[in-house]
């Protein structure tokens, strides 16, 4: 049976009317801490809910809680750095608060299956996992040479590869388990921020995208299918039992230490001054930043088809020719640092080579100076470096004309190397510092919001905390822009 549903307004109504009842005249009082989540949810309006999980409910059975009151909870719960349901269940008993902030009366509050059924709700699909439970088992992949170094891929070919399928695949968008979960995010969350202007211009927007690892356990849980073992075969390749199927073994290059969990890729709008998330996406842990970014790049694309992405950051781990030609089609300038293992001067017409960032070095080796970009042209021109006041005062010129030698370098020659926009320009510098977003994205979730603490078993249970703990930064920065103070209203006669 479908929910009784209410407004936003009614339940600021109701919250008013509840706290009035209990933290008005008696032994409860409400702490300091307490007014910041207040605010907090007297902001989030929550009620477009039912309407996006309308096509979960039946016309028969019992009456189900408001969704609205069950996500509000659940976000509470993330709000109060509580990772467990069954303990989350027990605060919600023992404080009237947190019952009446979730939307309910403190005397009926809903209990562990609930809160399971809800997330069910949530997830599109009967399985937990987006794979079979038997496979073989993993293997770990290469580390770092270096300290602090990201697993390089496998294959250099596979970045190459997927790009050729992504220009071939249709532009349909296929269906994926939390397709419910992120238009809740989008719809609720992402677009109400946009309104506000946190997430910079839609229409030229800027995106900084990274992986970071997510460790699920201290390793691989798994169950034999074979006798192997009995015949004295200790390491044999036959199918497993996985208790984490989506979980493999990775490389976490921060801690230098191989780790079981997933590889979380998350794209933040770069111009946001609270870092705020707009796409996030598990993988296996083995998977490579490059190849994990290309495939939330196009889904990203289908996904919010109404916004204009501009420019995309990233660092040295996505520096490959065939992203930055994947970026070039769609009209997008990628900003890639250049990866250290490939640094060094090039060859460039004749007698001229490239220093490490594509500028022309002269015969004196001398990096010559840029003279701006032809757009029209696709090309950046370079003069000489001795010419002062118009005239050459290099000992041994390598052009006869006053002006002095001319290098011109073009970016269909090399996307790399010759960007439109120069990689020791201030230009460049100014837009690609903001890349940093997606790092401290990540350390709220995986630090303030103490997201490797739960101890979930399956990609589904996993997925819902990611985007619970995105949809609180979206929160935290609604309560930061706002200057509302109920403290002095809320509780007065």
Not at 238 to 246: K, V
Not at 376 to 386: A, I, V
């Amino acid at each position: 049976m479908f929910p009784i549903l209410r407004s936003h307004r009614d339940y600021q109504s109701f919250v008013a009317e509840q706290l009035k009842t209990h933290y008005t005249g008696g032994i409860l009082r409400i702490q300091p801490p307490d007014w910041n989540l207040i605010e907090k949810f007297w902001l989030t309006d929550l009620s477009k809910t039912a309407t996006i999980l309308s096509n979960t409910f039946s016309k028969q059975g019992p009456r189900p809680y408001d969704p609205a009151n069950m996500l509000r909870s659940v976000l509470l719960m993330l709000q109060t750095r509580e990772s467990s349901v069954t303990e989350w269940v027990t605060q919600l008993r023992r404080i009237p608060l947190y019952a009446i902030l979730s939307g309910f009366i403190p005397t009926q509050t809903p209990g562990v299956g609930t809160f399971y059924a809800f997330f069910d709700r949530l997830w599109a699909s009967d399985k937990p996992n987006f794979s079979s439970k038997k496979k073989r088992k993993p293997k770990k992949i290469k580390k770092g040479k270096k300290k602090g170094e990201k697993a390089p891929t496998t294959s250099p070919s596979k970045v190459a590869n997927l790009v050729k399928a992504l220009d071939l695949r249709s532009s349909g968008l296929k269906f994926r388990f939390f397709d419910r979960l992120y238009a809740l995010f989008k719809e609720v969350f992402v677009l109400r921020s946009s309104q506000l202007g946190l997430l910079g211009d839609v229409n030229n927007l800027c995106l900084a995208g990274d992986g970071t690892p997510v460790r699920t356990s201290a390793y691989p849980r798994s169950k034999r299918t074979c006798d192997c073992r009995k015949k004295g075969i200790h390491n044999c390749d036959c199918l497993r039992i996985y208790s984490q199927p989506d979980c493999n073994i990775g490389w976490d290059s921060s801690r230098e230490c191989y780790y079981h969990g997933y590889h979380l890729y998350v794209y933040t709008a770069a111009e946001s001054f609270y870092d705020l998330p707009v796409y996030p996406r598990l993988y296996m842990a083995s998977r490579h930043d490059s190849i994990s970014m290309l495939l939330s790049a196009e889904e990203l694309q289908l996904r919010c088809p109404e916004w204009v992405v501009s420019r995309v950051l990233l660092d040295a781990a996505h520096d490959a020719m065939p992203i930055y030609h994947y970026f070039n089609k769609r009209k997008v300038v990628a900003l890639i640092d250049l990866n250290k293992r490939r640094l060094g001067q090039t060859k460039y017409k004749d007698d001229f080579s490239l220093s490490q960032s594509g500028i022309p070095i002269c015969n004196q080796g001398l990096e010559m100076k840029d003279n701006g970009y032809d757009h029209s042209r696709g090309r950046r021109k370079y003069r000489c470096p001795l010419i002062k006041k118009g005239v050459v005062t290099c000992d041994f010129p390598c052009s006869t004309s006053p002006y002095g030698r001319c290098i011109y370098t073009y970016t269909e020659e090399n996307l790399r190397l010759f960007p439109p926009i120069a990689r020791n320009s201030n230009e460049w510098k100014n837009a690609y510092k903001r890349r940093t977003t997606v790092e401290r994205s990540n350390k709220r979730e995986k630090v303030d919001y103490m997201l490797e603490a739960a101890r979930h078993r399956s990609t589904k249970m996993w997925t819902i905390r990611i985007y619970g703990i995105m949809m609180c930064q979206h929160m935290d920065a609604w309560f930061k822009e706002s200057d509302l103070k109920l403290k002095s209203t809320l509780l007065t006669a």
